[in-house]
Structure formats: C-alpha cells, structure tokens
C-alpha cells in the first residue's frame, strides 16, 4: 500500500512539510509506503500541466492521499488549489473511495477555513475523509515551533494511524469480498427552467 502526501506550501520543508512527515512516519511504521510530493511553487511557474499529469499517473497505483497547505489569507494556498482544480478533474476516477486527509499549518488561525476547502475536494470525490482526535492542524511559525505543539504532533501522529487502520480495513473488505459501491450516474439539478 501507498499513500500520497501533497505539499501545497511554498517553502518545500517548512513547516506544512513538517506536519505531513509526522504523518508519513506513522504511515511507514503501520508497514505502508509514502511519497511526499511538492506541488508549491511548481503550480504556477509553467509546469501545472505536467505536474497534474505526473501526480494523477501515481495516484492510479495510490491507495490514500493527504493533501497539506500553510493558511495564506485565511485560506489554502493559491497554488495548491489551482493544483487541486485541476488534478482532482485528471484524477477522478482513481480517487474515488481512497481514503484522504486534508492537513492544515498555520502561524495563529485560518486554519477551520482551510480544512474546509481542501475537504471539498475529498468529499466531491467519494474519498473517505480520515480524522484524527481534533482538527487536522498544526500551529507553529517554523518547522522547530511546530514539533513543539505538543497537540499538533499528536494530530498528526493520530492520523497517520487512523488513515493506516481505514487503509488495512479496507483492503481487508475486498480480500472478505465486500464490493465497493457501484458509481451512480451524477444528477445534476437545476433550478433554472
């Protein structure tokens, strides 16, 4: 099993980098591989294209996925959501029903704004949104700040486990022969006649 962990920060080992390696280090202690994968600045100087291409082609032999983001104006990175339009529509069908997190980093607050956009893009595509025992977030200004939440931490710790017990859970279903749910053909109501 793998799982994808995506980088939306432009500063590739700050502080967001530093929340998804706590939970990429409880990944790889439940015996699941991880990727870390710095989207940043790489969204918007002229390789968006080949990036959603390069990580939608991953994500296929993926089986979770962790998208991280700083709170830039109370907020998700700009980068991360250009990113996110776009690689969600490229890799549609090879998210539906891996389990995802969304992990937030932030100086001070915004952080309840940011989970809230990057969950959307895990619920519109029928990816099982793994928790932890609070809030996806971290605080801290630097990397060093961040290790000292001593709450953050265990955030994160948490939901590196959880997402490796849902993971093992699921592949356990299908190897029992529980099916995954047909895809509905997606009615689109509108308002307008």
Same mark, same amino acid.
């Given at each position: 099993?793998?799982?994808?962990?995506?980088?939306?920060?432009? &500063?590739?080992?700050?502080?967001?980098?530093?929340?998804?390696?706590?939970? *990429?280090?409880?990944?790889?202690?439940? /015996?699941? $591989?991880?990727?870390?994968?710095?989207?940043?600045?790489? *969204?918007?100087?002229?390789?968006?294209? *080949?990036?959603?291409? $390069?990580?939608?082609?991953?994500?296929?032999?993926?089986?979770?996925?962790?998208?991280?983001? @700083?709170?830039?104006?109370?907020?998700? =990175?700009?980068?991360?959501?250009?990113?996110? $339009? &776009?690689?969600? %529509?490229?890799?549609?069908?090879?998210?539906?029903?891996? @389990?995802?997190?969304? #992990?937030?980093?932030? &100086?001070?607050? %915004?952080?309840?704004?940011?989970?809230? #956009?990057?969950?959307?893009?895990?619920?519109?595509?029928?990816?099982?949104?793994?928790?932890?025992?609070?809030?996806?977030?971290?605080? /801290?200004? =630097? @990397?060093?700040?961040?290790?000292?939440?001593?709450?953050? #931490?265990?955030?994160?710790?948490?939901?590196?486990?959880?997402? *490796?017990?849902?993971?093992?859970?699921?592949?356990?279903?299908?190897?029992?022969?529980?099916?995954?749910? #047909?895809?509905?053909?997606?009615?689109?109501?509108?308002?307008? &006649?």
């Amino acid at each position: 099993m793998k799982v994808l962990l995506l980088n939306g920060s432009r &500063r590739e080992k700050g502080c967001t980098y530093t929340a998804l390696s706590l939970v *990429a280090r409880q990944l790889e202690a439940a /015996g699941i $591989d991880t990727e870390i994968i710095y989207i940043g600045l790489n *969204a918007v100087n002229g390789q968006l294209d *080949a990036l959603v291409q $390069d990580v939608a082609a991953r994500m296929k032999n993926a089986d979770g996925l962790v998208i991280g983001s @700083p709170v830039y104006y109370a907020s998700p =990175t700009g980068e991360i959501q250009v990113f996110m $339009d &776009r690689f969600a %529509g490229a890799a549609g069908a090879d998210l539906r029903h891996k @389990p995802a997190a969304a #992990v937030a980093s932030a &100086r001070r607050a %915004g952080t309840s704004a940011t989970l809230d #956009v990057l969950n959307k893009y895990l619920m519109y595509n029928e990816m099982p949104v793994v928790s932890s025992n609070y809030w996806n977030m971290v605080h /801290g200004n =630097t @990397p060093e700040e961040v290790l000292q939440d001593k709450e953050g #931490v265990q955030i994160m710790e948490t939901l590196g486990k959880n997402m *490796a017990w849902l993971l093992k859970s699921i592949e356990a279903g299908k190897k029992a022969g529980v099916e995954e749910p #047909v895809k509905p053909v997606k009615v689109m109501t509108s308002f307008i &006649r």
